[in-house]
């Protein structure tokens, strides 16, 4: 990491009264330089009680806005304004008042993962780690509405016993994590523990050994005698959990390859971990991909390619067993498979210039409508009494 930027931070810091948070998915060099590192509750909780003037949020737009929420006297900045979040982008605040419509005495109940808006129509927020404690808290309400990730509702549900209509949302990140996944990590590192976070589907959760948030994901971690984990849920957690646990492994959940399932955040990933070296994807992956790629080929083609690049690196987007066959046919190349890893590619927006850059200017502020805060103050606010 450039010190000199580290050092125009640290001084923009004390000019400003200013204080970064960053979510556990961040990138690792965001979270070096944040104050404060969290899951959505821990984040929360800290934003409502640091001594600051100015927050720089490195996160997505929700969390923003629920810091700005519980602190309207500070000043909320985002490195990056477009860092947004697909699931809570599933529902509105006017899907939720027409589904308490069709629902009359239920309890309304949303994921922090959902906006401003959303927040304001319901009775209490809830973090992934404290859900079953947030629904336990409604156990008189004859039903409970759950919005916007099902897959949540349903690890809720399932812990609970209470009934649960859930809105048909979900974080497409873990919603990607398969069965399959976790049987070939558990093939390939069979003394590790699986750990997976309850965003994830129904089998997922099954097959694993903890369903944790990412701030229980640590904790578990650091308490916990094994010394082996696979982690499964967004790889930007690896870097704390290996930072404050220097003496273990951990291991990422790859996803079993498959030219359907891999993604424009795995390039962009590749990209990162080899900034040098040409990006080759096969001609059945996605339009999103391919547009990405430096060269898109078939079997056959990438065959050729590789046999005449001289001993070149590539990067290969195609599946494990061409991946091997190209490897066997070169030994003398290096050739890196595209794996498909859990990334959000919103979550790693932030760079350390973008975080500079909303010191220097004061830029990207996020500041909710009071009418819309006020009332979703009340909600967040439960959600963190019920801790």
């Not at 290096?334 to 890893?341: A, D, W």
Request: aromatic share 4%; hydrophobic share 40%.
């Amino acid at each position: 990491m450039n010190p000199d930027l580290v050092a125009r931070i640290d001084e923009l810091k004390r000019q400003r009264n200013a204080t970064i948070l960053a979510h556990n998915y961040e990138p690792d060099e965001i979270q070096e330089i944040a104050d404060f590192t969290g899951d959505s509750l821990q984040l929360s909780r800290k934003a409502a009680h640091i001594e600051a003037d100015v927050v720089v949020f490195c996160g997505v737009h929700f969390m923003a806005e629920t810091a700005s929420i519980l602190s309207p006297d500070k000043t909320i900045l985002m490195p990056v304004l477009d860092a947004g979040c697909e699931m809570a982008d599933m529902v509105t605040g006017e899907q939720v008042r027409q589904m308490k419509a069709e629902h009359p005495g239920a309890a309304a109940v949303c994921y922090v993962n959902s906006s401003a808006e959303v927040k304001a129509e319901c009775d209490c927020c809830c973090t992934s780690s404290n859900a079953v404690a947030v629904a336990a808290a409604f156990a008189d309400a004859p039903e409970i509405l759950f919005v916007p990730d099902r897959n949540l509702g349903s690890h809720v549900a399932q812990t609970s016993g209470q009934k649960l209509t859930c809105w048909d949302g979900y974080c497409p990140v873990h919603d990607r994590i398969t069965s399959a996944d976790i049987l070939a990590a558990r093939r390939s590192h069979p003394d590790a523990v699986v750990m997976v976070h309850p965003e994830c589907t129904d089998d997922v959760r099954a097959g694993a050994d903890e369903i944790l948030s990412t701030g229980h994901m640590c904790r578990f971690a650091a308490e916990s005698e094994h010394r082996e984990f696979i982690v499964g849920t967004e790889i930007g957690i690896l870097y704390r959990l290996r930072l404050e646990n220097p003496g273990k492994t951990f291991h990422p959940l790859t996803l079993t390859p498959s030219h359907a399932r891999i993604t424009l955040a795995d390039i962009l990933g590749a990209r990162q971990a080899h900034p040098s070296v040409s990006v080759v994807v096969h001609a059945e992956c996605t339009d999103q991909v391919k547009a990405a790629a430096d060269e898109v080929m078939t079997t056959e083609e990438m065959g050729r390619f590789v046999a005449s690049s001289g001993g070149r690196e590539i990067v290969l987007g195609v599946t494990g067993g061409i991946l091997a066959d190209l490897r066997v046919a070169n030994p003398d190349h290096t050739l890196h498979g595209l794996l498909s890893l859990p990334v959000c590619p919103d979550m790693k927006m932030p760079t350390v210039e973008s975080v500079v850059a909303a010191l220097e200017n004061m830029q990207y502020e996020v500041r909710v409508p009071e009418e819309i805060a006020d009332r979703a103050r009340v909600a967040i606010e439960r959600m963190i009494s019920l801790g």
